[in-house]
């Protein structure tokens, strides 16, 4: 893949994808000492910059003659990238995709008009299984990373940004397969060396960082992430080859920080970001890659989250904010106790959001229980502070200590 090839993808995408300027965000600069900028492709056609590689790829098998039938693996973005084009070109699909998908990512992959095939526990086992049905029909295989068109069609999102913020100094990319790391690293070295490349993996899927620290392409036997968009066991060796070359630092993000990140853009933004989507800014805000003093942009990968799993995040990213406090106390089992309890928390202006009594463990005596409290406080400082106060009163915590 080369800058021509970038190029030609851009006039093939020219009126097919929408044009998202860039959107500076005084309040991420604040908090990380860069002046931070975002591209939102969460707004992109199809929810994702998916849709970009994918619609390069069908105009070139357009250009060499065309197809009758294609068929891809996808962890959801890729699929409706693949989904639309197919359906803009009248060319049949069939997508494999895991059956820990979202639902809002196969229901919209079948709105395009994709056949949906639901195989395996992750994209890996998904891209078997499409290649197994390739075999079988002689449909034309759309690869989600690891393809030179893909890429290049990836790397426009590189050539916008370097002509819209003409001083960039670090761009940062959410990185899963590779595509789009590779895609922007390679275009915006050819244009402009000095610009830093960060690629972002959740800390549980870090295929690529592993591959670039070691400086050869290694594998995972496992992996676990809520960031589904970039959970991938092996990157690709084309997108490894451009990666280990031109990408200045490959950086990981915890599952913890991602879900506190999704809460930031939802409060300070009005964006609803994926787990993948929002890996990037996670990085750039939880200091994993210096950007003080610099122009910085933070690429929002992708915005296909299931409405359904977006309390499971808001919960886990408020717990990582120290928003939400979970505490286990040790009481006598006798009226008044949790009044007491309820008491000093009411007077520390926090609020219980649930309680549950837990008796059945062994080693507690028959006159005790164990309280299991929620409460919403508003950040770490005051939970210490409800903490310190319940234990002063003389009740005893066993969790958080």
Do not use: W
Not at 295 to 304: F, I, M, Q, T, Y
């Amino acid at each position: 893949m080369e800058l021509t090839d970038v190029v030609k993808a851009r006039k093939r995408l020219s009126g097919v994808i929408h044009n998202i300027p860039l959107e500076h965000s005084a309040r991420f600069s604040e908090l990380s000492g860069g002046n931070v900028y975002l591209k939102c492709e969460n707004r992109q056609l199809t929810g994702s910059f998916k849709v970009r590689g994918a619609y390069n790829k069908m105009a070139v098998l357009k250009e060499r003659g065309g197809c009758g039938r294609v068929i891809a693996a996808s962890a959801g973005n890729h699929a409706q990238g693949v989904a639309f084009a197919a359906r803009e070109s009248g060319i049949k699909a069939t997508i494999v995709m895991p059956r820990s998908t979202p639902i809002v990512k196969v229901s919209a992959t079948e709105g395009y008009g994709a056949e949906v095939l639901l195989y395996g526990d992750c994209y890996d086992d998904a891209h078997q299984k499409a290649l197994e049905i390739q075999a079988q029909t002689g449909a034309v295989f759309i690869e989600a990373f690891d393809d030179d068109d893909v890429i290049a069609g990836q790397g426009t999102l590189g050539l916008e940004i370097v002509n819209e913020l003409q001083d960039v100094d670090v761009i940062v990319v959410p990185a899963g397969g590779g595509g789009l790391l590779a895609g922007v690293a390679k275009t915006v070295k050819s244009l402009k060396p000095g610009v830093r490349i960060v690629g972002v993996q959740a800390a549980k899927a870090d295929a690529i960082k592993r591959s670039f620290d070691e400086k050869k392409l290694l594998s995972l036997d496992n992996i676990y992430t809520i960031a589904d968009g970039i959970a991938v066991k092996k990157p690709g060796k084309r997108t490894f080859d451009i990666i280990k070359d031109y990408a200045d630092e490959v950086v990981s993000v915890t599952d913890e920080e991602i879900a506190s990140t999704i809460i930031d853009l939802m409060e300070r933004t009005k964006q609803v970001v994926e787990p993948a989507g929002a890996a990037g800014l996670a990085a750039v805000l939880h200091g994993k890659t210096n950007v003080k003093g610099l122009n910085v942009a933070c690429v929002l990968s992708g915005g296909n989250i299931d409405v359904g799993f977006i309390h499971k995040i808001i919960e886990k990213g408020l717990i990582q904010r120290g928003r939400e406090l979970h505490l286990s106390i040790l009481v006598n089992d006798a009226p008044g106790s949790l009044a007491k309890i309820s008491g000093i928390t009411g007077d520390s202006y926090a609020n219980i959001t649930s309680v549950r009594y837990d008796r059945a463990v062994a080693e507690i005596h028959l006159n005790e229980v164990i309280l299991h409290i929620t409460c919403e406080v508003s950040g770490k400082e005051h939970g210490a502070r409800l903490i310190k106060r319940l234990s002063d009163a003389g009740f005893k915590l066993l969790s958080p200590k």
